[in-house]
């Protein structure tokens, strides 16, 4: 499954190249690392978030995001945010922050 560049594009032009940051295809798409920890990426042209299960419910409840559900099984903490709303570089911006800080509270990788 090929990924939206442009979507990719964006998250790498919101986060800068720091030290803590890499890619790695997977899931058949892109994911962004911090520290080794994944923290979003992009399927088709979705964007994916590791929120954590804590905030999880609340994720959900935002406009176009859903449950995770790549294996037919919902990944805890996992939601997978709809192109349509993204289209604002601060709504994605939001998107990648919570991602981001998820994954900075995991020990390095």
Same mark, same amino acid.
């Given at each position: 499954?090929?990924? !939206?560049?442009? *979507?990719?594009?964006? +998250?790498?032009?919101? &986060?800068?190249?720091?030290?803590? %940051?890499?890619?790695?295809?997977? @899931?058949? $798409? &892109?994911? +962004? *690392?911090? =520290? $080794? ?5 992009? %399927?088709?042209?979705? &964007? %994916?978030? #590791? ?8 994720? /959900? ?8 559900? @790549?294996? $037919?099984?919902?990944? #805890? ?5 709809? =192109?349509?709303? /993204?289209?604002? !570089?601060?709504? /994605? ?6 991602? %981001?800080? @998820?994954?900075? $509270? /995991?020990?390095?990788?």
């Amino acid at each position: 499954m090929a990924y !939206d560049e442009g *979507l990719a594009e964006r +998250i790498r032009a919101w &986060l800068g190249d720091g030290p803590a %940051i890499a890619e790695k295809r997977m @899931f058949g $798409g &892109l994911a +962004i *690392l911090y =520290e $080794g920890n994944m923290a979003v990426g992009v %399927i088709g042209d979705e &964007l %994916i978030v #590791r929120v954590g299960p804590d905030a999880a419910g609340a994720a /959900l409840a935002r406009p176009g995001a859903r449950a995770f559900d @790549f294996t $037919g099984r919902p990944m #805890r903490g996992w939601v997978v945010v709809a =192109e349509s709303a /993204l289209a604002e !570089d601060e709504a /994605l911006g939001a998107w990648i922050d919570e991602g %981001i800080a @998820f994954a900075s $509270g /995991l020990p390095p990788k």
